[in-house]
């Protein structure tokens, strides 16, 4: 009887190491898997047992008892929330990239040197009023100033228009993984019944967990039968047990039409959620479309409501070779939003030369030259509708919030991509495969398999000695 002991606990002994080299192996193959946490195999030992003609307990060997996976909560939440901040500047990136081009490179026009070019051409004309050709390029120059407007509006609108293009892929992405989190509690609840461990699918929804609060902030609360509840910035549930709500996008025709993000809760009730999510790439994107490209066309329309309106002020207060005054160079321009993209040359002006008021009085004409000083003068002048700054300074000011803010924003982003890693590669010395750990385990394993064997084999040799014997 004591040998059939020894030979039960020896082949105890086999199941355990055979199942620390199935874990090992486990370990090794998905050492390149992103998100697979190491496994462990967890071992006891057996309870002893009294033997009736021995005074001690005699041991029964060892079991297996579950195979647990590496997990450090606190790192796990703390790359959640480095990731949250590096996708709220990550998301702003391109977008503030793509509008800097604008006021740079050879795709827009340069309004700054448009301006330039107005004044210039107004002096040029005051210097020979009656000059058909100066008062055609003077045309042609206030002609480029209202289409330079128009282009950069267009372009900064077509900038905003990309980033709802971002958000309707990023909401898609949202919805995505909150399904793959709901699936992987159900999988884990039914899993982790009779005390197991559903390790696999831990991973699976811990590295949905990771991609999600880089999109948004996330506040995950865990469950006593091992579910998930994800909580989004501002309370809204995103996920609950096996059930995920959505994220959708709704234009907006207060805001031009743009996407206003909306929160589809499991009970089908919609909350809008535009003003509350602030971080994570969904917050940036947002913040980017509607703050800083919002406040820039701000700019751009109250420059160019100024700039015509003045000029127009002062043209309408001159007289054309033709004698007549009251006209202005530019269409009543239309107020905000929509005055940059809409401003226009009246075409009465556009057609006739000779309607362009360059004389004070319809007495001197045509060799008055200071109502066309007194256009040109409005270039040195500061203007109270833009702060009392002159026009080029009110565009070299809307440029440089534009470069300021990318150029803050690429550090920002550095920053938080550099504690976003850090805590990344923390997380990976505690919870990732080490392949010269396996290695050390597989050999210990190993060497556990072969003693093993080596007493099954001696006990075996020992039972067969004894039956000769009782022959």
Do not use: C, W
């Not at 999510?277 to 420059?303: C, F, I, K, P, Y």
């Amino acid at each position: 009887m004591t040998l059939m002991r020894t030979l039960n606990v020896s082949a105890g002994g086999l199941h355990v190491s055979q199942a620390g080299l199935q874990v090992v192996g486990n370990n090794i193959a998905n050492v390149d898997v992103e998100g697979y946490s190491r496994q462990r195999v967890e071992i006891e030992a057996n309870d002893p047992v009294l033997l009736a003609y021995r005074p001690s307990l005699f041991g029964q060997g060892a079991s297996l008892t579950t195979v647990s996976r590496a997990n450090d909560d606190f790192l796990e939440r703390q790359v959640q929330r480095d990731q949250t901040e590096f996708g709220f500047f990550d998301g702003r990136a391109s977008t503030l990239d793509a509008a800097q081009r604008l006021f740079g490179g050879d795709t827009s026009p340069d309004l700054g040197g448009m301006l330039d070019a107005f004044f210039n051409a107004a002096r040029e004309l005051s210097q020979e009023p009656d000059d058909v050709s100066a008062r055609r390029s003077f045309i042609q120059q206030a002609d480029n100033i209202a289409r330079g407007f128009n282009v950069l509006d267009r372009d900064l609108r077509t900038v905003q228009r990309g980033v709802d293009d971002a958000l309707g892929d990023k909401l898609a992405e949202v919805n995505r993984l909150a399904k793959s989190i709901a699936e992987m509690n159900a999988r884990i609840v039914s899993g982790e019944l009779d005390e197991r461990n559903a390790n696999d699918f831990r991973d699976a929804r811990e590295q949905s967990l990771r991609e999600l609060s880089r999109l948004v902030p996330v506040n995950p609360l865990p469950q006593p039968d091992g579910a998930l509840t994800v909580e989004l910035q501002g309370g809204s549930l995103l996920v609950q047990g096996d059930q995920a709500a959505r994220l959708q996008g709704t234009p907006n025709a207060l805001n031009q039409g743009l996407l206003d993000i909306e929160h589809v809760g499991i009970n089908g009730q919609i909350t809008n959620l535009t003003a509350v999510l602030t971080s994570g790439e969904l917050g940036g994107l947002v913040d980017v479309r509607d703050n800083l490209l919002g406040q820039q066309l701000t700019a751009l329309d109250t420059l160019a409501f100024t700039f015509a309106s003045t000029v127009n002020v002062q043209h309408a207060a001159g007289f054309g070779l033709d004698g007549l005054t009251g006209r202005g160079l530019f269409l009543a321009p239309v107020p905000a939003p929509g005055t940059a993209a809409n401003l226009a040359i009246d075409p009465l002006i556009s057609g006739n030369p000779a309607f362009v008021a360059a004389s004070q009085t319809a007495v001197t004409i045509p060799g008055d030259n200071r109502n066309m000083q007194a256009i040109a003068n409005l270039q040195n002048l500061a203007q109270v509708g833009l702060g009392n700054v002159t026009f080029n300074r009110s565009y070299g000011e809307i440029v440089h919030r534009i470069g300021l803010a990318a150029e803050d924003n690429d550090i920002r982003r550095d920053v938080t991509q550099a504690k976003s890693e850090q805590s990344e590669k923390l997380r990976a010395s505690v919870e990732g495969v080490s392949i010269d750990d396996e290695m050390i385990d597989l050999t210990r394993f190993q060497k556990h398999f072969e003693a093993n064997s080596r007493v099954v084999t001696t006990v075996n040799q020992l039972l067969d000695s004894i039956l000769q014997l009782i022959r």
